[in-house]
């Protein structure tokens, strides 16, 4: 009986001590949605998405133009007709597949690159849902949501010089918080989302 109340008190003190290090509008929930970061670039990545067009567009007329039959044809009594023929299709598939794959790479690393770039962070009401704001090709923007628990910042603030890394459980790569957006509220970004979570 006399050993029980030590514990008991122990208990207490450790409760009380956690309480004392999660802040007051945590433990109940947040009363209301909370934006914990933005960064405007929609002109950036509308500019982004016309060169990625540009850039699929000119690779891919290079590739039908090296498809394309050349104009100038050898001579039928040439002594190495059809070593010539053969290379000339080789040079051309190669080409335009190589042209090809330099307009697909281009294409996919700007979109790619949108879609991970996070323009807005919305803490919701209650604190148990996240909703993230990205760029879309052509800055464009497209939102979800996913609880708290599944988000994992990768490093803290202070560490990366540029951009932040978030993991979310379920989508491949990471999204990217640029450093130079504005963060309203520090102290609730680092407790909620900028928290490491073993995912």
């Not at 290090?21 to 670039?41: A, C, I, K, S, T």
């Not at 950036?44 to 039908?64: D, R, Y």
Request: aromatic content about 10%; proline content about 6%; glycine content about 10%.
């Amino acid at each position: 009986m006399v050993a029980s109340v030590p514990l008991r008190n122990v208990s207490h003190l450790l409760s009380v001590l956690r309480s004392q290090n999660v802040p007051r509008y945590l433990q109940n929930g947040v009363p209301r949605d909370v934006l914990l970061f933005r960064h405007e670039r929609g002109r950036f990545f509308a500019i982004l998405g016309l060169f990625c067009a540009g850039q699929g567009i000119f690779w891919t007329s290079l590739a039908v133009a090296a498809l394309s039959r050349p104009l100038s044809r050898v001579p039928a009594e040439a002594p190495n007709r059809s070593y010539q023929d053969l290379r000339s299709a080789l040079w051309r598939y190669g080409l335009a597949v190589g042209c090809g794959t330099m307009g697909v790479l281009v294409l996919g690393a700007g979109l790619l690159y949108s879609l991970r770039s996070v323009r807005s962070v919305m803490l919701l009401a209650g604190g148990q849902q996240v909703t993230l704001t990205t760029y879309a090709p052509f800055g464009l923007g497209t939102c979800f949501t996913v609880p708290l628990n599944q988000i994992s910042c990768m490093a803290h603030r202070g560490e990366v010089p540029a951009m932040l890394p978030l993991k979310v459980k379920g989508r491949r790569f990471y999204f990217l918080l640029d450093k130079a957006g504005h963060f309203p509220n520090t102290q609730l970004f680092d407790n909620t989302v900028g928290a490491y979570r073993s995912l």
